[in-house]
């Protein structure tokens, strides 16, 4: 089932949001060469903690850290651990909070220090394929126009899509109704509605689209070892324009894109 918000739910939505944005800003401002993944996980959960919010993925079906943290070819749901990152490498921070009985989930990938032009241009397409996805998250539409949006953007700059993990609806639970592809599945589409939160997140692939996890049960990684970016906000549909809860101000609005 998927749950339209009331005004007041909607409201402590923006709150939640604006706080996991804000913390993903600070961590990624944080991030330098030489840093162990868990100092920045660390770092992040102290940031949560000061906002009066909690992780919203400790513990979550035993997920161990505040943050999700991928590395390079890591995809998502990366581990916090001694590795330390390196000038060059590119790092995916994936963060959800909870504050007010709701969820903000939001994510950035950014470059330790500096990167490659390919490596630049990945995260570059991946965060154009994520506004090109919320330019068609309005009211009448349905989730297959975000998701034919963002294959499109990604595929069109010689990238894939990964299929395995895909965008959701957000709200009191981490993960609701709908599922939110970022590829054309051929499914059942539901319709959009004013009142809905989403989260839109592409996963990108510089080589191919398939991946692979870990032994720990969580890190997912490309299959070929090429790098990979994440980019995610929270968003709201609305009677008019599609609005970005996961934003660090106080005033949401819809980003016009890159």
């Keep these: 089932m998927i749950i339209v918000k009331t005004p007041k739910e909607i409201e402590a939505m923006r709150i939640a949001g604006r ?10 401002r944080y991030v330098q060469p030489g840093m162990s993944t868990r100092e920045i996980d660390l770092f992040a959960a102290e940031l949560i903690r000061k906002q009066g919010a ?26 916090a651990s001694d590795r330390r990152v390196q000038f060059g490498d590119i790092v995916s921070l994936d963060v959800g909070v909870y504050h007010g009985g709701f969820v903000g989930d ?22 154009k394929a994520l506004h090109e996805g919320i330019a068609h998250a309005v009211s009448g539409n349905r989730v297959v126009d975000i998701s034919r949006a963002v294959q499109r953007c990604v595929e069109s700059h010689g990238y ?14 981490l993960h609701e ?30 080589g ?25 906000h929270t968003v709201l549909i609305t009677e008019s324009a599609p609005e970005i809860l996961t934003c660090a101000s106080k005033t949401a609005t819809e980003s016009k894109g890159s």
């Excluded at 992780?55 to 581990?79: D, Q, R, T, W």
């Excluded at 990964?162 to 959701?168: D, K, N, S, Y």
């Excluded at 939160?197 to 996963?203: G, K, L, N, S």
Aim: with cysteine; proline share 6%; charged share 25%.
């Design 106 to 127: 939001t994510a950035k990938t950014v470059a330790v220090g500096g990167c490659s032009l390919s490596a630049q241009r990945l995260m570059d397409v991946t965060e």
């Design 54 to 79: 909690k992780s919203a993925f400790l513990g979550y079906k035993k997920y161990p850290c505040h943050i999700c943290i991928s590395v390079n070819e890591e995809v998502v749901h990366g581990m």
């Design 19 to 28: 706080i996991a944005r804000e913390v993903v800003d600070e961590v990624g």
């Design 208 to 232: 191919g689209p398939k991946v692979e996890m870990l032994n720990d049960g969580w890190t997912v990684i490309t299959k070929d070892g090429e790098l990979s970016a994440h980019f995610e």
């Design 160 to 173: 894939s899509v990964v299929r395995e993990f895909v965008g959701h609806g957000v709200g009191r639970s």
């Design 177 to 206: 109704e709908p599922q939110v592809p970022n590829y054309v599945d051929g499914k059942p589409s539901p319709k959009l509605k004013p009142g809905m939160t989403i989260a839109i997140e592409p996963m990108v692939n510089a």
